[in-house]
């Protein structure tokens, strides 16, 4: 079945120490996505590449970076770890086209937790 | 700054109620609407709506948009136990951005 899927699904780090999450998609689709979502929080988005073009959103901190190497694969890479950025980290992906939106499908999640 | 608010943010119902989520919205360059169910893990999505008083239903569950008055509702009849869950809103805008609202925490009692 094409889907998104997220590794690992559980992060322990330390405060400080650089941490990788990844995602990666089987449904071809041209949009990725990375949310923030903290307990009881709405997701917040933090970025997103169209194609290869990245998007930052503007209260994203410098500390979260992404990559995308290719169509399938999006990492979001957390440089200094704080105790803030423990929360769950959500990829998601859509088809997207000129003039057109499509539904955003979202992977399992990384709960990330930073002592 | 856009915004989309949620209410009610938590709804405790028993089995066979008939339930309204409300979601509404101020963004720049409105292009969809999106509700999404969350249980213990990623949302999963429900409906997109694009267009004004077209009713999209799926089972029990059914929403509409209205653009002028910048709002949408998702109804859920006959709910069951295991409707409870997180229902997030959120609205696509300037490009491939999206804002979600808060969510509405719906319980539904046997």
């Known amino acids: 079945d094409a889907m998104v899927i997220q590794n690992p699904r559980y992060q322990v780090t330390q405060f400080g120490k650089p941490v990788t999450l990844s995602c990666s998609q089987t449904l071809n689709h041209n949009v990725m996505y990375w949310y923030q979502q903290k307990s009881s929080q709405a997701p917040k988005l933090l970025f997103h590449?169209?194609?290869?073009?990245?998007?930052n959103e503007a209260d994203t901190p410098d500390n979260f970076q992404s990559r995308r190497p290719n169509t399938s694969f999006c990492f979001l890479d957390i440089r200094s770890p704080g105790l803030g950025d423990a929360a769950m980290y959500l990829c998601?992906?859509?088809?997207?086209?000129?003039?057109?939106?499509?539904?955003?499908?979202f992977g399992p999640g990384t709960r990330l937790l930073v002592l | 700054e856009d915004k989309v608010v949620q209410s009610p943010l938590s709804l405790v119902v028993h089995e066979g109620d008939t339930v309204t989520l409300n979601c509404s919205y101020e963004v720049t360059n409105f292009r969809s609407l999106l509700w999404y169910k969350q249980e213990k893990k990623a949302p999963t999505f429900l409906f997109m709506l694009t267009s004004s008083g077209i009713e999209k239903k799926s089972g029990r569950l059914s929403s509409i948009l209205d653009k002028k008055e910048l709002f949408s509702i998702l109804n859920i009849t006959a709910t069951q136990t295991g409707d409870s869950a997180i229902y997030l809103c959120a609205v696509a805008s300037r490009g491939n951005d999206m804002r979600f609202g808060a969510g509405t925490r719906l319980t539904v009692k046997p």
């Open positions: 998601a992906t859509s088809r997207d086209s000129t003039g057109a939106l499509r539904p955003q499908y």
């Open positions: 590449y169209y194609d290869k073009d990245f998007n």
